[in-house]
């Protein structure tokens, strides 16, 4: 039996689209959609294809073909995904080249090469190959990262590592008939992928319908859509109910929080990629974090009356699944309420916003904190969470630190494209507030240690701007 297909996602000129629009239709609605037209300026545009609309490989060999990437075998499966290869982008160029005559998929046993979360950004901050659109700005993940780490421990970071976790801004290089398996994205994020060159297919699955797609246990998720996927396994999946489209060359694809999707190119093709959540997906980041930690704790439950540590040890062992662990969230939690606090009381302070409460950016910035203070809520609710240990994150020392206030300045001058509040000056932002009002902020010392102190200094933050959170 074929796929019950059912819908198409909508396809939207870019250009005539309003950041509001955008929010309004797909963001806070959580649908997909395909937008044209935002790529006519890119580098990428010229540098990264042919005169005859297929990938200039050899200018990637010739420009790049030093840095070390992840390739997929999508011929092979190891676990829940494709088996990954490490080489240079040198080497999978000539692979690619060498096989171009070969149109079977890898059935004839050569590999079928897909590179993959190629960190492309940070390793070439200098060749601007694109610039984001101001639908993607709110990009709460890979800004942190351009300043903080998102798990700081020492037994688990891997300084060889560092480019590998610093960001998830990616670019995807795959010959036609490459493909992705099933799957939601990292974090249960957002994400956007625009097609430099080639097309891709696309499937997807809403939210409400992603449990069709799983075991009778809830554990494993059917790999290809496209096998004869075991009827006693997966009881659901027939009656699952897709959404089809194709991405054309030049086209972006929003993909939002927790779709499942299954993706093939359709083409020789290239692509640009992001993972980004902000307060409209944060409950999603917390729900994921939230499974996977009492999953991890079920996994170790037996060690449970042996084991001094046991929290400390579910905690480890969730930030080595999901990417980082409750006191890395809160953390980040703490960091984005203070950068959006201070953004909000720098436009209540300045003259050009004499009825901020009538201001879009700023009623924006308290949607963040008030979907900040509701997350925080759910956390302190956690029992998990009262054991995993301080945070002890000092108020003072954060804002007087130089990473914050890169980090500051940075969703600042985001928010700015996005809200067009550019009369604010960011470099004076050291100043905004005096040591009084810090204290009124948070009067029990200077250290957030905790949801409850952070709720608290939440809450004197919205008296501060003069409204109710």
């Not at 601007?128 to 990262?145: E, G, I, Q």
């Not at 974090?187 to 097309?199: I, K, Q, T």
């Not at 059917?222 to 489209?245: H, M, Q, R, T």
């Not at 779709?259 to 083409?267: F, G, M, R, T």
């Amino acid at each position: 039996m074929g796929l019950k297909i059912e819908g198409k996602v909508e396809k939207v000129n870019g250009k005539e689209l309003s950041y509001a629009e955008f929010v309004e239709k797909y963001l806070d609605k959580n649908q997909p959609v395909i937008l044209t037209g935002l790529t006519d300026d890119w580098r990428a545009r010229k540098d990264w294809v042919s005169g005859d609309g297929k990938p200039n490989l050899r200018f990637f060999s010739d420009q790049f073909g030093g840095s070390r990437v992840q390739v997929a075998d999508c011929a092979k499966r190891e676990f829940t995904d494709q088996k990954r290869l490490e080489m240079s982008v040198s080497e999978f160029i000539e692979i690619w080249i060498n096989s171009s005559n070969s149109d079977n998929g890898g059935a004839d046993g050569k590999p079928l090469l897909y590179l993959k979360d190629w960190h492309f950004v940070k390793e070439y901050p200098d060749y601007v190959a694109y610039s984001t659109p101001v639908f993607f700005r709110d990009d709460w993940l890979n800004l942190y990262l351009d300043e903080y780490h998102m798990h700081d421990d020492p037994e688990t970071y891997r300084e060889r590592n560092e480019v590998n976790c610093s960001d998830y801004r990616f670019v995807y290089m795959g010959a036609k008939g490459t493909w992705t398996p099933l799957h939601a994205d990292v974090f249960r994020s957002y994400s956007w992928s625009a097609n430099v060159c080639g097309r891709k297919q696309w499937y997807f699955l809403c939210p409400s319908q992603h449990h069709l797609v799983f075991d009778r246990y809830m554990k494993s998720a059917v790999y290809n859509i496209f096998e004869d996927v075991c009827k006693s396994k997966y009881p659901g999946f027939e009656e699952a109910v897709w959404l089809e489209c194709t991405q054309e060359r030049d086209e972006i694809i929003f993909v939002p929080s927790g779709w499942y999707h299954q993706v093939h190119n359709l083409e020789d093709t290239i692509s640009i990629n992001h993972n980004w959540f902000n307060a409209y997906s944060i409950s999603w980041v917390w729900g994921l974090l939230l499974r996977e930690y009492h999953e991890a704790a079920g996994y170790i439950e037996d060690l449970k009356d042996i084991c001094d540590d046991f929290e400390v040890l579910c905690q480890r062992n969730l930030a080595a699944n999901a990417g980082m662990d409750f006191r890395d969230f809160f953390i980040f939690l703490f960091r984005f309420s203070l950068a959006n606090f201070l953004l909000l009381y720098q436009i209540t302070s300045s003259k050009g916003f004499l009825h901020w409460c009538s201001s879009e950016a700023a009623r924006f910035l308290l949607f963040n904190l008030k979907s900040i203070k509701c997350i925080t809520l759910q956390m302190k609710s956690e029992a998990g969470w009262q054991n995993c240990g301080f945070a002890a994150i000092d108020l003072v020392e954060t804002i007087e630190d130089p990473a914050f206030m890169d980090f500051y300045n940075t969703l600042g001058i985001a928010y700015s494209m996005m809200y067009n509040f550019s009369e604010i000056d960011f470099s004076e932002s050291r100043n905004i507030l005096e040591h009084e009002q810090i204290s009124v902020l948070y009067p029990f010392g200077s250290h957030i240690c905790n949801p409850d102190n952070l709720i608290t200094f939440l809450g004197n933050a919205f008296k501060l701007v003069g409204t109710e959170g």
